[in-house]
Nanobody
């Protein structure tokens, strides 16, 4: 299983970014796909989740600013991040879970300057 995340970068507060995670080697449509992030000196936290059924969940800190979506045909999960804040800075990881196991991507760095 491979999860290849991309789309991170350096932006100013208030700007937007879209992260992508391309999956291979798994039954993508059967997996719950999530984005986690880890800020410097902090624990990794879940940011957004998109289930195999069309349900989504978000951390309170990103609700109404971030949107997770998935393209099961292309095996890609996206994270649209709007109105970014400096506290959104961190490494963003793609994660896949199913009854068969879990996998982590390598992470992509998002830096939001004030």
């Amino acid at each position: 299983v491979q999860l290849q995340a991309s789309g991170g970068g350096l932006v100013q507060a208030g700007e937007s970014l879209r992260l992508s995670c391309k999956a291979s080697g798994l039954a993508f449509s059967l997996n719950v796909m999530r984005w986690y992030r880890q800020a410097p000196g902090k624990e990794r936290e879940m940011v957004a989740s998109a289930g195999a059924t069309p349900t989504t969940r978000y951390a309170d800190s990103v609700k109404d600013r971030f949107t997770i979506s998935r393209d099961d045909a292309e095996k890609i999960v996206y994270l649209q991040m709007n109105t970014l804040k400096p506290e959104d800075t961190g490494i963003y990881y793609c994660y896949a879970w199913s009854l068969g196991g879990e996998s982590w991507g390598q992470g992509t760095l998002v830096t939001v300057s004030s």
